[in-house]
C-alpha cells in the first residue's frame, strides 16, 4: 500500500497543527519531520522540542529524518520527545549497525538514508535490520527541488534486495515528489512518499495531498 508522508519543512509553522490536521484530512498518514544541523547539511529547522509539541497536536506516527552530524547523541532526546520513525544518514554514522540498533533499543522503528550519490549496495548487509530505506532524490537541505531522474534505478535496485532477501522494509522516497514524477516513482518500487511543497506549497494542504495520493494510488493499480 502506497503511504503519503507530509513534510512539515514546507507547511506554515505559525499554524503548524492546522497544515498538519489538514494533510491528515487529505490521506496523509505519518508527519515527516526533517531535522538539520546547519553542519551534514546546509541548512537549520528544528529539533526535539519542536517534535515534542508535534506529538501533542497529531496521533499519526512522526517520522523522524535526521540530517546531523553525530546522530547517536540526539537519538534519546528523540524518543523522550515521541518520535516513532528515525531515520539516520549512511553518510553520517560512523558506526551504522551500532546507530540502528540504538534507535530499535529506544523503542523506535530504524532506518537507514541515502544521499544521491551513496550506492544502493553498500546497505546490504543491514538491510534485515531496517523498517524503511529513505533514497534521497534530492541533494538534502532545502525543499521544492528537482527530482534527480537517477534515483529510479536506486529504488528498483532496491525492491529487488527486498525480494531476493525475502524482506518487508518499506522504501521511501524523498526530494521532488510532485504530480510530474510520482507515477515512476511508485512504478520503480517506492510505497512511502514523502511530499512538503507538493502538499503545503500552494496553501491547499487537504486538497492536494488527496489529489497526490490519488497519483500515487492511481499509477501502483491500487
Known amino acids: 500500500m502506497v503511504e503519503l508522508l507530509p513534510s512539515i519543512l514546507s507547511a506554515d509553522f505559525a499554524r503548524l497543527a492546522d497544515e498538519v490536521a489538514a494533510a491528515e484530512r487529505g490521506g496523509g498518514t505519518v508527519i515527516h519531520v526533517d ?30 529524518h535526521l540530517m546531523i552530524e553525530n546522530p547517536d547523541e540526539y537519538i534519546p532526546a528523540f524518543a523522550d520527545a515521541g518520535a516513532d520513525w528515525v531515520s ?15 534507535i530499535a ?34 541533494n538534502p537541505g532545502f525543499g521544492g527541488q528537482s527530482f534527480i531522474p537517477f534515483s529510479l534505478e536506486k529504488i528498483r535496485r532496491l525492491a529487488q534486495l527486498r525480494q531476493e532477501m525475502g524482506l518487508a522494509f ?3 522516497v524523498d526530494g521532488g515528489v510532485a504530480h510530474d514524477t510520482v507515477a515512476r516513482i511508485v512504478q520503480a518500487g517506492a510505497d512511502l512518499l514523502v511530499a512538503g511543497n507538493a502538499v503545503f506549497g500552494a496553501g491547499h494542504a487537504e486538497r492536494d495531498a488527496r489529489d497526490l495520493l490519488a497519483a500515487a494510488r492511481k499509477a501502483a493499480g491500487e
Request: a positive charge; aromatic letters at 2%; proline letters at 9%.
Open 35 to 64: 531535522v538539520m544541523d546547519g553542519h551534514f547539511v546546509p541548512n537549520i529547522t528544528l529539533g526535539p522540542p519542536v517534535v515534542k509539541s508535534l506529538r501533542k497536536a497529531t496521533r499519526l506516527p512522526l517520522d523522524c
Open 88 to 102: 539516520v544518514h549512511y553518510e553520517a554514522c560512523r558506526h551504522l549497525h551500532r546507530s540502528l540498533e540504538l
Open 105 to 138: 533499543h529506544h523503542g523506535m522503528k530504524p532506518a537507514v538514508v541515502l544521499n544521491p550519490a551513496t550506492r544502493v549496495n553498500l546497505i546490504v548487509d543491514i538491510l534485515p535490520m531496517v523498517h524503511h530505506v529513505l533514497i534521497m532524490s534530492v
Open 170 to 172: 518499506r522504501i521511501e
